[in-house]
């Protein structure tokens, strides 16, 4: 398997779909589009493969929404359409399929495409709706390190808004977030490798805010993240899950599988000096598995010493807050692991990776 696709949340269930091939470790010519439902975000039941490759080949990555008002007329019953997009790539065009049964069953719709080939290697869209405009929106996608922003009535019919320049590729996701404290909201959009940039939108415009882009995650086993587009403004999160690239084949080198899914994270946006910044937290229904719990409070560290030496255990969630002192470095080692910070160095390192 590799990225998420499709995340949304309809009557009570999240779903969360994902490129997969059902026929072995790795995806090759049989890229399809798994599908799990869960109601916490933590267990999830697997439903059969939704979205088959055809004539148009492989069924690569997009986004999915719930179409509340009928635009597409897809709607038969009681329940709403469920719509989502994705790249198809003999010659990388824009399709969609829906769903009238909360998500059980996937068609195609006949009409595809609904964005012809629009420039090479186009793909990856993400739609949702806007209501200022009353539109859906989608992003997608252009070669070198371009993105472009399309509008729709109903899903189906395309106008092409606006192409904007930003470094990155892949996978592009974009939401608003309100900054922590403040009554502004800005957007943000998401590259890959996964980095971010704030800025203002109108339904037609994206005005990038002065500045590089922001790293979001420095290491190698979080890729092509997205968010969960119909979460119930009651709950009001932005939950990003994103694919844990080669952990399996890097790591796990005799396993019966390939490739697995990073754990939910909500994201926050705060104004700290050095500007706006996207904050990542795993999601408060980690909790449910939790089995016990240990805590240490002005706990002296020294050298060579281990204060968690008999914690015992298959899995942690280890929240740490440390004051360096005169200390040159400090972590923990999980598994043989060495997580080091550096405090000369202002530097985080796990493996090969390290960040500031």
Request: glycine share 8%; aromatic share 14%; charged share 20%.
């Amino acid at each position: 398997m590799n990225d998420p696709n499709g995340l949304l949340y309809y009557k009570g269930e999240y779903h969360l779909f994902y490129q997969n091939n059902p026929l072995g470790t790795f995806l090759g010519g049989y890229a399809h589009w798994g599908h799990a439902i869960g109601t916490d975000l933590v267990h999830w039941t697997e439903l059969p493969q939704a979205i088959y490759p055809g004539e148009s080949g492989h069924i690569f990555s997009g986004s999915g929404v719930v179409d509340w008002n009928n635009t597409t007329g897809f709607k038969t019953g009681p329940d709403d359409p469920m719509v989502v997009a994705y790249c198809a790539p003999i010659p990388m065009q824009q399709e969609i399929a829906f769903s009238t049964d909360r998500g059980r069953t996937w068609r195609k719709y006949q009409g595809n495409p609904v964005l012809p080939r629009f420039a090479k290697n186009n793909g990856d869209p993400k739609i949702f709706w806007y209501e200022p405009t009353r539109r859906w929106i989608m992003i997608s996608t252009f070669p070198k390190e371009n993105y472009g922003f399309f509008s729709s009535p109903n899903l189906k019919d395309w106008k092409l808004e606006q192409i904007v320049s930003l470094p990155g590729s892949e996978c592009p996701d974009f939401f608003s977030l309100q900054v922590v404290g403040q009554e502004t909201r800005k957007w943000v959009l998401t590259t890959n490798p996964l980095t971010y940039f704030t800025g203002d939108y109108d339904g037609h415009i994206f005005k990038p805010d002065p500045g590089p882009g922001q790293r979001l995650d420095w290491g190698f086993c979080y890729h092509s993240a997205q968010t969960f587009n119909e979460v119930p403004a009651a709950d009001g999160r932005r939950i990003q899950i994103a694919w844990m690239q080669d952990v399996a084949s890097a790591f796990y080198h005799q396993t019966l599988f390939n490739e697995q899914m990073s754990f939910p994270a909500v994201l926050t946006l705060h104004q700290v000096p050095e500007g706006l910044r996207v904050y990542r937290e795993p999601i408060k229904e980690v909790e449910k598995l939790h089995d016990g719990e240990q805590s240490w409070t002005n706990l002296p560290l020294n050298p060579g010493e281990n204060p968690l030496s008999e914690v015992k255990g298959d899995l942690f969630d280890i929240r740490a807050e440390i004051e360096m002192g005169t200390a040159s470095d400090c972590g923990f080692s999980i598994r043989g692991v060495p997580i080091n910070y550096s405090a000369k160095e202002k530097k985080l390192s796990l493996l090969v990776q390290r960040n500031t």
